[in-house]
C-alpha cells in the first residue's frame, strides 16, 4: 500500500498526491513483503570539510540545517551537519581527529556517500531476513536512547564501502538520533527566494566494477525483497566511445529505487569507469532530488553558481524529438534556455538535468528531475546525456 506518509514527508508538507507525482509511487501488497521499507531516512556523506560543505548545501541548494553533531557536544572524532529540504535529509560528516577513519575514507574515496540509510517499521525482521539471505551484518540490531526517546538502528553491507543503516524511529521525536542537538542555519535566504528548491528522492544510482552488476541486482531482489523495474542495455545506453550496462531495482511501491550500473566494452573510458577510478571502487555516482518545478529549481540554483551539463541547441531542434515527446507544460524554448533534457514514455513524460561533479573528483553529481506520468528514467536522453558527459570527460583528459 502507498497510503501512509512517513514523518519526514509529513514533516515536508507533501500530500500523498504530490509524493506520487513527484516520485512515481504505484500501489504493492505490504503483506507479502519480506523486508518492508518505509521510506528513505537519511543520506550521510563523507566530506573533506563538513562545515564548509553545510555552507554550500545551505547557501547554493537552499537547505535547512536542523541537527548537530561535534566536539562541542561530545563528540571528539567528527563533525556532522544534519540538512533537509523537503522530505529529504543530507548528513554531512568531516573528520576533526586526524586519526578519524573519516578522514582514511575520505583520503582514498574523496567527498561521497558512505551510508543510504533507510527508514524502516522493524529492524529485527529486516535483519533476520537480510542474514538469511546471505547480507553482511555491519552493525546489530540495538536501542539507541536519550531524552527523546529510542531508535532502533542496524546496518546491513552493500556495493563498494556503502552500507544501508536501517532505523525505527517510531519511539523518537529528537532532531536526528541521540548525540545530536537541535541546530538552525545562520545563512539567510534571499528575499523572494523559493521556500525549497527540491521536495523529494526519487532515485540513487550505484556504480559497480565490472561483471557485478547482476551479482547487486541480485543482491537487492534476494536480501530485500526488491523488485526489477528496468534494464538498459546495448544501444540503449550507448554512444559511439563509451558503453554502459544499468538494471532498477526498487522497493515494492518504488519509493526507494536504485540504477545500478556496471562499464561496458567500448573504444574509450565510459563515465562508470572514470568515476570508479577516482572513487577507487563502487559507490553511490548521482542522487536524483525531485522537483515540482524544475525551471524556477534550475534559475535559482544557477543564480547560485551551480553549473550543470551542456546540451547543444541541435538537441532541441531535432524534429524527432518534438514530435516524440508532444506536448509538454512549457514551451520546449523555455527548455532550451536552460538546457533542461525531456523525455516521453507510455505513462507520461519528465524534464531532467544533470549537474557537473559537485566535488573535486569527477564522481559524486545530482540530478534534478520533474515527473508528469514518467515512472522512466529518462531513457529517450541517454545518448545526449552520455555524449554531455563525455564532453565534460574529454576536457578533463580522461575520456
Not at 509529513?10 to 509524493?19: G, M, N, V
Not at 540490531?141 to 552500507?163: K, L, N, Q, S, W
Amino acid at each position: 500500500m502507498t497510503d501512509a506518509l512517513t514523518q519526514d514527508e509529513l514533516k515536508a508538507d507533501l500530500t500523498l498526491e504530490q509524493l506520487q507525482q513527484l516520485v512515481g509511487l504505484v500501489e504493492y501488497d505490504e503483506e507479502g513483503d519480506v523486508f518492508p521499507v518505509t521510506g528513505w531516512d537519511s543520506i550521510v556523506f563523507v566530506v573533506g570539510n563538513a562545515t564548509q560543505a553545510a555552507h554550500y548545501y545551505q547557501s547554493a541548494w537552499g537547505m535547512q540545517l536542523e541537527a548537530y553533531s561535534g566536539p562541542e557536544n561530545g563528540n571528539r572524532d567528527h563533525k556532522s551537519f544534519v540538512l533537509r529540504s523537503g522530505s529529504i535529509r543530507f548528513v554531512l560528516n568531516g573528520a576533526v581527529d586526524p586519526d578519524s577513519p573519516l578522514a582514511d575514507h575520505h583520503r582514498r574515496h574523496g567527498d561521497g556517500v558512505v551510508d543510504i540509510a533507510l527508514e524502516v517499521p522493524d529492524v529485527d525482521r529486516c535483519i533476520a531476513q537480510a542474514r538469511k539471505a546471505g547480507a553482511t551484518v555491519v552493525r546489530e540490531p540495538e536501542d539507541v536512547t536519550d531524552e527523546h526517546g529510542t531508535i532502533r538502528i542496524a546496518a546491513i553491507a552493500t556495493y563498494g564501502e556503502t552500507v544501508h543503516t536501517l532505523v525505527d524511529r517510531s519511539r523518537y521525536d529528537g532532531p536526528y538520533l541521540p548525540g545530536y542537538v537541535a541546530a538552525e542555519s545562520t545563512w539567510v535566504k534571499r528575499e523572494g527566494d523559493p521556500k525549497r528548491l527540491f521536495q523529494a528522492l526519487d532515485h540513487i544510482v550505484g556504480n559497480v566494477e565490472l561483471g557485478h552488476m547482476d551479482e547487486w541486482v541480485e543482491f537487492y531482489n534476494k536480501v530485500m525483497g526488491f523488485v526489477n523495474m528496468a534494464e538498459f542495455i546495448g544501444d540503449d545506453i550507448a554512444t559511439d566511445y563509451s558503453a554502459l550496462m544499468s538494471k532498477v531495482v526498487a522497493n515494492g511501491n518504488h519509493r526507494v529505487k536504485f540504477p545500478l550500473n556496471e562499464p561496458a566494452v567500448a573504444k574509450k573510458k565510459s563515465q562508470i569507469d572514470e568515476y570508479l577510478e577516482f572513487y577507487r571502487g563502487a559507490g553511490a555516482q548521482h542522487l536524483a532530488l525531485a522537483t515540482n518545478d524544475i525551471l524556477t529549481t534550475v534559475d535559482a540554483l544557477r543564480a547560485n553558481g551551480v553549473e550543470f551539463l551542456d546540451t547543444p541547441d541541435s538537441y532541441y531542434e531535432d524534429p524527432a524529438l518534438r514530435e516524440r515527446i508532444g506536448k509538454v507544460r512549457v514551451p520546449i524554448e523555455e527548455l532550451q534556455k536552460r538546457k533542461i533534457l525531456v523525455d516521453r514514455d507510455e505513462d507520461g513524460y519528465l524534464l531532467q538535468i544533470f549537474t557537473k561533479p559537485l566535488g573535486d573528483r569527477p564522481t559524486v553529481f545530482f540530478e534534478l528531475i520533474e515527473r508528469h506520468g514518467s515512472l522512466g528514467f529518462g531513457k529517450g536522453n541517454f545518448k545526449a546525456l552520455f555524449e554531455a558527459i563525455e564532453r565534460e570527460q574529454e576536457a578533463r583528459g580522461n575520456l
